[in-house]
């Protein structure tokens, strides 16, 4: 079946350092979403990425699809200690009938100030 | 506008007893959503609910799981009897419809079972 592995699994930076995770499909995925998981909250919806090699920025929050639309990235610059949390991609198949977004198991990332 | 309403906020039981857990989506919603997150996981989906139609319930622990959404509004998901690896945080989440649209999430419902 589909899956969709992240990594790292944990991020420890100092703050203004930069941040990436990666995401990665097995399957062609038709969209990504991403969200944001503080500690102790629940998920909240960042961005969705629908295109081919699409790129969108917010603020300091820099998401890219792939060419292939198998993997996604998200790249924070200079992060700060609110950036703090769990970023979730979350992808739908681009084959069949199901319309269930599968979910990687996140990154967590820690800031240090 | 008001956001995922979800209740209780916390709830420990012993094992064997029942749990029911409420979920109000976004007024206008048509999809809502019941996922279990354990700790350090991401959300896993137990099922999705298109109006008042249940469309994916595949991992849903049916033996002892259950759930409905009367008149494709409010849902409940109940669990029972509870054991002790259903500990987790169970979140509601609505979307306008399935798709390309992004979820909205209530606060969960954090579950110990003793």
């Known amino acids: 079946g589909q899956q969709v592995m992240q990594i790292p699994q944990y991020q420890h930076v100092q703050e203004g350092e930069d941040f990436t995770t990666y995401c990665n499909s097995s399957?062609?995925?038709?969209?990504i979403q991403w969200y944001k998981q503080r500690p102790g909250g629940h998920p909240v919806f960042l961005i969705q990425?629908?295109?081919s090699g699409e790129v969108k920025k917010q603020k300091r929050l820099t998401f890219q699809f792939g060419e292939a639309k198998k993997n996604s990235s998200l790249h924070i610059t200079a992060t700060q200690t609110t950036d703090v949390g769990t970023y979730f991609c979350a992808g739908r198949d681009k084959s069949g009938n199901n319309r269930k977004l599968i979910w990687g198991l996140g990154t967590s990332l820690a800031v240090n100030p | 506008e008001a956001g995922v309403v979800q209740s209780p906020r916390y709830k420990i039981i012993e094992k064997k007893q029942p749990v029911a857990f409420w979920c109000n989506p976004i007024?206008?919603?048509?999809?809502l959503y019941w996922y279990r997150q354990n700790l350090g996981q991401g959300p896993e989906l137990l099922i999705r609910y298109e109006n008042e139609e249940a469309v994916d319930d595949s991992q849903l622990p049916k033996d002892r799981f259950s759930a409905e959404r009367l008149k494709g509004v409010d849902s409940t998901l109940k669990i029972q009897p509870a054991e002790l690896g259903d500990s987790a945080v169970y979140l509601c989440?609505?979307?306008?419809?399935?798709?390309?649209?992004?979820?909205?999430f209530g606060p969960g419902t954090r579950l110990t079972v003793t």
């Open positions: 399957t062609t995925l038709s969209n």
């Open positions: 007024s206008g919603h048509n999809t």
């Open positions: 989440a609505s979307s306008h419809r399935t798709g390309i649209y992004e979820q909205y």
């Open positions: 990425l629908v295109k």
